[in-house]
Nanobody, 119 residues
């Protein structure tokens, strides 16, 4: 009943910026904790950023000071603003959220969007 659709990935040069979006849609639901993960080939998944229901945020040390997670509740959308991008940021980025749908709360995932940082 809930789908998360991601957009905003692409190719960018080192030092550049991208803004990822993750929009939720469906029937009756309520979104709680929101997260962005990333996974590069041959590497373990990494939690990049999270935002709790009250708006508190946390970031991985590798992106702290460069990435910002935000939300627009009116649009049911969460964003990841990525600045000062580095080649090591190259990965598939996935949004994730804990969502209540009658009658339980569970984790939902976006389809992933590729971010490539290269000269």
């Amino acid at each position: 009943q809930v789908q998360l659709v991601e957009s905003g990935g692409g190719l960018v040069q080192p030092g550049g910026s991208l803004r990822l979006s993750c929009a939720a849609s469906g029937s009756r639901f309520r979104i709680y904790t929101r997260r962005w993960y990333r996974q590069a080939p041959g590497k373990q998944p990494e939690l990049v950023a999270s935002m709790t229901n009250d708006g508190s945020t946390n970031y991985a040390d590798s992106v702290k000071g460069r990435f910002t997670i935000s939300r627009d509740n009116a649009k049911n959308t969460v964003y990841l603003q990525m600045n000062s991008l580095k080649p090591e940021d190259t990965a598939v980025y996935y949004c994730n959220a804990d969502i209540w749908v009658p009658s339980t709360t569970s984790a939902y995932w976006g389809q992933g969007t590729q971010v490539t940082v290269s000269s």
